[in-house]
Structures are given as structure tokens and as C-alpha cells.
């Protein structure tokens, strides 16, 4: 073998030197592409499960290929492996062993994972020093390098969000490099559920700083305000902290206090219904939010979307608009509105 090649042909004698026919084109590794790399399966770090989830999304792929300049940490297959035994097993058997990856469901959610295992610059292993941080991950996070002792001899001690390691380094591609690590990068959304972006304790980054949402305390606050009624039987919290999908279309407390004079005369169980119309089971990107399109809440009614044909790109459920859309969560999908959606009932 040659490389991956078989020579089916040896010793073809000439006055000049010698020919040996082979089945197959030799790439040097500054020609390949990234899918010249991940789909090699020369290696003991397969990169097949990457590679896999890679070519599901065309867009992703189109990203790749149009970048003039990339750094792409690859994970091995025993690294997305891990991420299902005992590291986030919600979010991979949601995005990557689950019946729904190759539908719309969890599309947002997978690209974003995979953008934040890229970079738009080339960060060769000789440019990482310790402390080094890189902002600009394709889903625009953070990374921090750190150097350590190397986990293996042949491993390189070059740690990525100082648990994922680079054990295979500077495998040039046409546009860029590729780093092999160990473990997958996991984005800030994979440490949080619905519940954590829909309180005022971890407010998500997406939204502007006047902004808040503010669904969990109002639905703890049900019971105190209407003790006689007796519990609510709608448990908010624990629908928005299980493991999904869900997406949620949370208004703003500015929204509760607008409306306020809608919900004050309302009972226990009207406002709890209030609270369900606002929680669909499955998980609906804005992407799928089209003119027309309708969803059926938890509470039994549905909600129906209109686009404005303004050029602007804003949604409208009901009468309210989305304000800030896509807030990703291990469980879901969070929509801020900025108003409160009334069922009909």
C-alpha cells in the first residue's frame, strides 16, 4: 500500500526509473478538504460520527467550503460516544442517537454544536499559549486554550475548555486545519433547560439587558395569590425542566405588567391555562414559524404565526411579536414575545 492505495501493478521498467500502477489518487494532506479528513478512516481516531453529522446539513457544509480560513476541532467517534454515557445524555440522545436528527426538530441545536467546533481563522498548535482565548467560534462563543501534561505520550497537551484534548494536530486542508480532540465542545446551552433561561437567575446572553423574562416566578406566585383555589395543577417548572423537546414562547415581565388588567381578575385556573397556552411540546426553530403555520399548545388551543412583509423578518404569534428568537436549551427552544398570549377559553 501506498498510503490508503493498493499497488496492483509494480516494477513497470522505463530508461528514465520505474512505474508502479495504483488503484487510487494520492492527495497530499495541503489538498484535502475537511471531508477528505473526516471520512479517513486510516487512523485509530475515527471521525466517521462527525463526519456524519456534518453532511446532514448542507448549510453547514456550504459554511465550511466558503470560509477562506478555518480551524475545525474534530471530535472522534469515542468522544461523541462519551457525550451520550455520562456527560450530557439529554442533549445526545436528543441530537445524535435520537429518532429526530435528521428532521428540522433539533437542527438548529446540532449546527450550533458543530459551528462551536470551528473557528474562522487558522490557530495552528504552535500559535496556542496558555490562557489563549478565541471569541469567534462560527455560533460567536468563547473557547479557552490551556497547556497541561499530555493525557497519552503521542497526545499533545493542548487542552480545548480544559477538557477536550488535541491528540491529533495541524492536519492541513485546503482552507484551513483540523485538530483532532478527544472530547466534545459543548456550548453554554447544554448545561441549561428551559427552566434556567426562563428565570431571572440565568438570564440568556440573547437577550438586550432591559430585558427579562419572567414565567417561572409568576407561576409561583399562583398558589399565594389564589390560596383558596388550592394547588395549580399545571407544574410550569417541571414541564421546563425535563427533557423535552419543548419550545416555550416566554413573554417579557414588561409583558406581564402591561397586560396585568387581562390576568388580575382571572382564577387559579385560568391563569394556568394562560400559562400552558404558552408551552408546545416539540421543538419549533423560528425557521419553521411561517406565515400561516399553527401549533397546538399545551393547553389544548392552538397559536397561529404571521410573517410581516415589511423586510424587517419579524414573526407574530397571535397578536405579539417575537422579539428574540432561537435561545437554545438542552431540552428545547425558548421565543421572548413581547406580550401575553390569551386563550380564547
Known amino acids: 500500500m501506498v498510503n490508503d492505495e493498493t499497488i496492483i501493478t509494480p516494477n513497470i521498467l522505463a530508461n528514465n526509473g520505474i ?3 495504483i488503484d487510487g489518487v494520492l492527495i497530499p494532506d495541503g489538498s484535502k478538504d ?6 479517513d478512516d486510516e487512523d485509530d481516531e475515527d471521525l466517521s460520527l462527525f463526519d456524519k453529522y456534518i453532511v446532514i446539513y448542507p448549510d453547514f457544509v456550504d459554511t465550511l467550503n466558503d470560509d477562506k480560513e478555518i480551524t475545525v476541532f474534530a471530535p ?3 468522544a461523541f460516544k462519551n457525550l451520550g454515557s455520562d456527560v450530557a445524555p439529554v442533549v445526545a440522545f436528543n441530537l445524535l442517537t435520537g429518532p429526530n436528527i435528521t428532521t428540522t426538530m433539533w437542527k438548529d441545536h446540532l449546527e450550533d454544536l458543530l459551528n462551536y467546533h470551528v473557528l474562522p481563522i487558522v490557530v495552528p498548535s504552535s500559535n496556542i499559549t496558555d490562557g489563549l482565548k478565541k471569541s469567534t467560534t462560527l455560533n460567536n462563543e468563547e473557547i479557552i486554550f490551556t497547556l497541561g501534561e499530555a493525557t497519552n505520550e503521542e497526545d499533545t497537551g493542548i487542552f480545548v475548555n480544559t477538557d477536550a484534548e488535541v491528540i491529533d494536530a495541524d492536519i492541513d486542508i485546503i482552507n484551513g486545519i483540523v485538530h483532532v480532540i478527544d472530547n466534545v465542545l459543548l456550548p453554554p446551552w447544554v448545561n441549561k433547560t428551559i427552566l434556567d433561561i426562563v428565570s431571572d437567575e440565568n438570564p440568556p446572553a440573547e437577550l438586550p ?3 427579562n423574562v419572567d414565567l ?12 383558596e383555589a388550592g394547588p395549580n395543577e399545571f407544574d410550569l417548572p417541571n414541564i421546563l425542566d425535563s427533557p423535552g423537546g419543548y419550545t416555550v414562547f416566554a413573554p417579557t415581565s414588561a409583558a406581564f405588567l402591561e397586560d396585568a388588567s387581562k ?6 385556573d385560568q391563569l394556568s391555562s394562560v400559562l400552558s397556552y404558552h408551552v408546545v411540546e416539540g421543538v419549533y426553530p423560528e425557521s419553521v414559524l411561517v406565515d400561516g403555520f399553527t401549533l397546538t399548545t399545551l393547553q389544548g388551543e392552538k397559536i397561529r404565526f404571521t410573517s410581516i412583509t415589511d ?3 419579524t414573526t407574530m404569534v397571535n397578536d405579539e411579536t417575537i422579539i428574540t428568537p432561537n435561545i437554545l436549551a438542552n431540552n428545547g427552544i425558548v421565543h421572548v414575545i413581547d406580550g401575553v398570549l390569551i386563550p380564547d377559553g
Open 76 to 78: 472522534t467517534n469515542d
Open 19 to 21: 512505474v508502479h500502477v
Open 311 to 313: 423586510g424587517s423578518g
Open 34 to 39: 475537511l471531508f477528505d479528513v473526516t471520512a
Open 216 to 227: 417561572v416566578k409568576l407561576n409561583e406566585t399562583l398558589e399565594e395569590v389564589f390560596k
Open 209 to 211: 439587558d432591559d430585558v
Open 263 to 268: 390576568l388580575k381578575d382571572l382564577n387559579i
